[in-house]
């Protein structure tokens, strides 16, 4: 089928890419959430908008699971804080316990229940076809980075607030929300307003001349 592709002016091409660049730089990774709800549309259109990343050979090999249950979202602290407790107190070796400094973190998770929606982003290993036999997915990883990378980007758009977690290991998600052996919990991302006394850490991140090399 033809392609629909638009074409801007390169000054509108330009205007388009600062204004982008300067909104993504606001983004910030929050810790301290308000229970204040948001329109739920604006979590599902976030889904959506990760859905239209590209993936190895289209396989699409996600899965959003958004909880908003305060039920679930107990078990899910719950659980999450008693994985981290045993990794901040005796399985993380010093050189990452340094490097998780500045950030400030440790075991206890409150945002887990604060936050009004979590989206737990799972990674399909491999798909089942209806007779029950496996697809083999390629590049499951960079697929799903991708794609949770325009779901943060979506929800920062429109002025909500989120949190990349990885409370390691991860398997009590697929316990708690009951989902299938192909799918593996990638990150669990709290989503929100900021509480009213949030703070960030001060950290700078890396120039263009740091991350680009031009050849
Ligand atoms: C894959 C990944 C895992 C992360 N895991 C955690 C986490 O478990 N807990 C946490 O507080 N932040 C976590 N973060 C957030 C980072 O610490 C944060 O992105 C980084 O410090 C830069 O801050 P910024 O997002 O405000 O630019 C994670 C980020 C990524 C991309």
């Given amino acids: 089928m033809p392609l629909e592709f638009t074409r801007y002016p390169e000054a509108e091409q330009l205007a388009r890419s600062r204004r982008f660049l300067e909104e993504m730089g606001r983004r910030r990774?929050?810790?301290?959430?308000?229970?204040?709800?948001?329109?739920?549309?604006?979590?599902?259109?976030?889904?959506?908008?990760?859905?239209?990343?590209?993936?190895?050979?289209?396989?699409?090999?996600?899965?959003?699971?958004?909880?908003?249950?305060?039920?679930?979202?107990?078990?899910?602290?719950?659980?999450?804080?008693?994985?981290?407790?045993?990794?901040?107190?005796?399985?993380?070796?010093?050189?990452?316990?340094?490097?998780?400094?500045?950030?400030?973190?440790?075991?206890?998770?409150?945002?887990?229940?604060?936050?009004?929606?979590?989206?737990?982003?799972?990674?399909?290993?491999?798909?089942?076809?209806?007779?029950?036999?496996?697809?083999?997915?390629?590049?499951?990883?960079?697929?799903?980075?991708?794609?949770?990378?325009?779901?943060?980007?979506s929800l920062h758009r429109a002025g909500v607030a989120t949190l990349v977690h990885t409370p390691s290991p991860m398997g009590f998600l697929r316990e708690i929300l009951g989902r299938p052996e192909n799918e593996r919990p990638y990150v669990l991302i709290p989503v929100g307003y900021p509480a009213q006394d949030c703070s960030v850490p001060d950290l700078e991140r890396k120039s263009i001349d740091d991350i680009l090399v031009r050849r």
Avoid at 41 to 61: C, I, K
């Fill in 29 to 153: 990774t929050v810790r301290h959430f308000s229970s204040e709800p948001l329109p739920y549309e604006l979590v599902e259109n976030a889904v959506a908008t990760a859905g239209t990343g590209p993936s190895g050979a289209h396989q699409q090999p996600w899965t959003f699971v958004v909880v908003a249950d305060p039920e679930v979202k107990r078990r899910i602290r719950e659980a999450a804080e008693e994985e981290e407790r045993r990794s901040y107190e005796s399985r993380m070796p010093n050189e990452w316990l340094e490097a998780l400094r500045p950030l400030g973190t440790d075991w206890r998770k409150p945002h887990i229940e604060d936050a009004p929606y979590l989206i737990v982003v799972f990674e399909q290993a491999y798909g089942v076809r209806p007779d029950g036999t496996k697809v083999k997915h390629y590049y499951v990883r960079e697929s799903v980075g991708i794609a949770v990378g325009l779901l943060l980007a």
